[in-house]
């Protein structure tokens, strides 16, 4: 039996989207892609459309988990509350639908996919195109980022995903 975990890379301008199947027989990238935000909207009317699509995402397929990043320390400040004004939203709408949602740092991620914590991410994706046994992956870091969140956490929880 598979399991479909939905990996999620919070922002507020892109929220990147992945789901996985994963099991003892398989292994798959069912869909993946981005919510992208205008810049020129209201903070309410942009999270009001990622917390619209997430449910949309959320509906159509159903994911067992959610798997999402979690804010540990920013570079940028201007950027780390509209951020976690997301990442709220996000989380929200996988309580609203009884979605078990499990946390990881980029530091976390990176150690579990590449085996060092400040890996880059060249070296992330590369594993994300080992790991799914494909050499196209979406063009943008945030989405292939959803991808490698949703991997750490089969990586982390293998025995629990395989039973």
Request: proline share 4%; hydrophobic share 40%; with cysteine.
């Amino acid at each position: 039996m598979c399991m479909k975990i939905l990996g999620i890379d919070p922002g507020m301008a892109i929220v990147g989207y992945s789901v996985i199947d994963v099991g003892a027989e398989c292994f798959d990238l069912i869909t993946s892609g981005s919510i992208q935000t205008k810049k020129g909207n209201t903070d309410a009317s942009r999270l009001y459309e990622i917390f619209q699509d997430i449910s949309v995402i959320i509906e159509k397929y159903k994911p067992d988990i959610a798997s999402v990043e979690k804010l540990y320390y920013f570079r940028n400040q201007t950027t780390i509350i509209p951020v976690a004004e997301a990442r709220g939203v996000i989380i929200m709408a996988l309580e609203k639908y009884g979605i078990p949602t499990y946390e990881y740092t980029p530091m976390e991620v990176k150690q579990v996919l590449t085996g060092f914590g400040r890996a880059d991410k060249k070296q992330v994706e590369q594993m994300v195109k080992y790991t799914l046994n494909c050499d196209n992956l979406p063009k943008l870091d945030d989405t292939i980022d959803s991808i490698a969140i949703a991997i750490c956490h089969t990586r982390k929880n293998l025995e629990l995903i395989t039973k």
